[in-house]
């Protein structure tokens, strides 16, 4: 049987709509720049909600690769390169996470009260806490950033000889990936959204 013919990208087809894409992300980067200076609050909330938007766009398509492969789904194979491409895009996200860590006073006010004064907020203290929150932010980034690519590069690898062991392998980082994906966008999404308003309480979130 012939070899499998590996995935290419061909950059040189693409030049003149990688330089609009690219002067496009700069002319953008420059005008966040601005909204950052002339209303940081405004544009911290704006950033959050774009933030979650994408990374709610991306981990979809990293979560329908993982049931793809730990059902052994044949219906899917048409579109699984597209879900790996766009679950890829998480490191990304993960970059874009940083504004969100740097205008975090703008966003989250349980961060700048001092003990004793809110009860409320003293009862969460051990999670509603700066040091955990960053804590948590790097696992979950991590955890999505670490499988994504990690099934993508065995997707891609499995393109050159199309060997059952990259089939086995994605298998078996997709078995442990669900129930971590299920923990990481649940907490999550207590952490970005939900913790917006620590006085709110809420047993279905997530």
Not at 49 to 69: E, N
Not at 133 to 156: E, I, K, Q, W, Y
Not at 170 to 195: E, H, N, Q, Y
């Amino acid at each position: 049987m012939p070899t499998p013919e590996g995935e290419y990208f061909e950059s040189s087809r693409f030049a003149g709509l990688s330089f609009l894409l690219g002067l496009v992300a700069v002319v953008a980067l420059v005008l966040c720049v601005i909204g950052a200076i002339v209303s940081p609050h405004q544009f911290s909330y704006s950033w959050l909600f774009a933030f979650a938007f994408f990374f709610t766009l991306c981990a979809g398509c990293f979560f329908w690769t993982i049931v793809h492969h730990a059902t052994d789904a044949e219906w899917s194979v048409v579109v699984r390169r597209q879900l790996e491409n766009i679950a890829a895009l998480l490191t990304v996200l993960a970059l874009l996470f940083v504004p969100i860590l740097l205008l975090r006073h703008h966003l989250y006010a349980w961060m700048d009260i001092p003990r004793g004064v809110e009860p409320s907020l003293d009862t969460k203290r051990a999670y509603l806490n700066w040091t955990f929150f960053f804590v948590r932010a790097v696992v979950f980034l991590g955890f999505f950033l670490l499988a994504a690519l990690t099934l993508r590069r065995l997707s891609v690898e499995q393109d050159k000889d199309g060997s059952p062991r990259f089939t086995i392998g994605m298998r078996k980082v997709s078995f442990i990936s669900l129930p971590m994906f299920a923990l990481c966008l649940t907490f999550g999404a207590f952490d970005w959204l939900m913790s917006l308003n620590y006085r709110w309480f809420s047993t279905m979130f997530g």
